[in-house]
């Protein structure tokens, strides 16, 4: 590139030699351009990821309450013969559910959203119904993970130490 740059301004010099031989380079231009851009999209990324630990440690001692709460349903469920899975089903349903009302909720804001934001620009990409399906999808995968330890070991708990307690 130096070996370009210098025949360049050697041509150049040749066809004016009194006008400064100044260049800049398009993509430093559009990093210059967009690096506030950059910026905001990283710390959008870092606090997003915030966020999502601070919500998992909340869905985590929500689950362990609830886990708590229906301690002996649980053990009495198992005395009568509902297997792990069936327990896990029963103590998910009302977090999947929740995360399901909350997608309903928050795709339409965030499409309006999006929408305005990515209108400022004269070249944007559309918005389609996959990143939306994704994200509600890896929403309903991430409270599963983290309400899953709670109602399987809560499953797998002896139901004679639970219905004992009384």
Not at 6 to 16: F, L, N, T, V
Not at 115 to 135: G, K, M, P, Q, V
Request: proline residues 2%.
């Amino acid at each position: 590139m130096s070996r370009a740059l210098s025949r360049i301004e050697e041509i150049y010099r040749k066809h004016d030699p009194g006008a400064p031989f100044d260049y800049k380079f398009s993509s430093e231009e559009y990093a210059r351009k967009f690096a506030s851009e950059v910026r905001v999209g990283k710390l959008a990324t870092f606090f997003a990821c915030l966020a999502i630990f601070i919500s998992c440690l909340g869905l985590f001692g929500l689950a362990s309450f609830v886990a708590e709460q229906r301690i002996k349903e649980i053990g009495v469920r198992k005395v009568l013969g509902a297997s792990v899975f069936n327990l896990w089903g029963l103590l998910s349903k009302d977090f999947v559910g929740l995360v399901i009302i909350s997608f309903c909720i928050s795709v339409p804001i965030a499409y309006y959203l999006m929408n305005n934001w990515l209108s400022r620009y004269e070249y944007h990409s559309d918005l389609s119904w996959w990143i939306f399906a994704s994200a509600g999808i890896g929403a309903l995968i991430v409270t599963l993970a983290t309400v899953s330890y709670q109602a399987i070991s809560a499953a797998l708990m002896n139901p004679v130490k639970s219905l004992k307690t009384e």
